[in-house]
């Protein structure tokens, strides 16, 4: 078995890293308008901002010996983006998972406790449902990615902030082809449905029922635990709580709905031991074991997380 398929039976609770490419647009760092955060790892300045950044969340794990999920800044590092700037997709992606394994090793004492994704998103816009391809097209646009992370050695390919349940299909299905390990998250609402309508136990159910190989679990993003809490008993939901298999959460720190906070500004923000608290409230009440930050999160929301889970 796998070390992180192994972590997840085993451990109660696995750390998963804040907000990234937020924190970097307000520290006013230049992204590429295509590779967003990939675009750093080519370059010192980037990379010493970025090792920074995911050096304040391991801290975290180093400080109360918890394992924690660093993810690989691929999110918008597929064949589209990558094609457009001229780079090549493999090196792209060969070199951010190098620079974080690079960042990993320097935590010996965390050898095998902290995991790396390889991050991928939708094609279109993450808050526009209607940008989203349709499955056949999204399994044949995803792979090349999808097999340049397996190539590359991660842990597992996470799929996140996904508007369309039928966008993750797709790139369930091509994850399937490629044989690696898959995590799909969801944006969510409030009212449990993902961007696109779909009520999210319906969604782990139509992923789940593919003929491939199942994600090794389902989670959501963007989105406050108490609004989740709220999320988790609308509709067809009721019975996530029970099925094990919806399990992680990436949490905002607002209370905005995700459009809300789509292009906004100024910052909005929960207090960071009220947040951790809802999370931890996740957690014990509806087995929510993998639990991280989103936007307007930091090391300190990490920090406040990880001390109510591993102190409480």
């Known amino acids: 078995m796998r070390t992180f398929e192994a972590a997840l039976m085993r451990e109660d ?3 998963a890293e804040g907000a990234v490419i937020e924190r ?3 520290r006013g760092a230049l992204l590429d308008e295509h590779l967003l955060a990939a675009s750093l790892v080519l370059e010192e300045e980037g990379r010493e901002i970025l090792r920074e950044i995911y050096r304040s969340y391991i801290d975290v794990a180093a400080e109360t010996g918890l394992s924690i999920i660093i993810l690989a800044p691929t999110w918008k590092a597929g064949t589209g983006p990558c094609g457009r700037t001229g780079l090549d997709m493999d090196m792209v ?6 620079f974080i394994r690079e960042i990993a090793s320097e ?3 965390l050898e095998g406790r902290i995991f790396i994704g390889g991050l991928i998103g939708s094609r279109g816009d993450a808050y526009r449902p209607d940008e989203a391809l349709p499955s056949g097209e999204a399994r044949r646009y995803h792979a090349p990615q999808i097999e340049a992370l397996r190539d590359g050695g991660v842990d597992f390919v996470m799929a996140s902030t996904l508007p369309s349940v039928e966008e993750a299909s797709g790139i369930a299905l091509a994850t399937g082809d490629a044989g690696a390990p898959l995590v799909v ?4 609402r409030s009212d449990g ?6 009520f999210l136990g319906e969604a782990v159910e139509r992923i789940d029922s593919l003929g491939c190989d199942p994600p090794l679990f389902h989670m959501a993003n963007c989105i406050h635990p108490a609004n989740f809490a709220r999320a988790l008993g609308r509709g067809d939901n009721a019975t996530l709580a029970t099925s094990g298999r919806l399990i992680g959460l990436q949490a905002n720190a607002s209370r905005l709905d995700p459009e809300e906070l789509d292009g906004r500004e100024e910052l909005d923000a929960d207090d960071p031991v009220r947040w951790a608290g809802a999370m931890a409230a996740l957690h014990g009440e509806f087995g929510i074991k993998v639990l991280g930050g989103c936007c307007g999160t930091d090391e300190t929301y990490i920090r406040r997380l990880a001390q109510f889970l591993a102190y409480c």
Do not use: F, H
Request: aromatic residues 8%; hydrophobic residues 40%.
């Open 193 to 198: 449905r993902v961007l696109d309508g779909t």
């Open 185 to 188: 998250s969801y944006v969510a």
């Open 107 to 109: 935590y010996p004492p």
């Open 24 to 26: 970097l647009r307000r």
């Open 13 to 15: 609770a696995i750390l």
């Open 93 to 98: 992606n060969s070199a951010c998972v190098g």
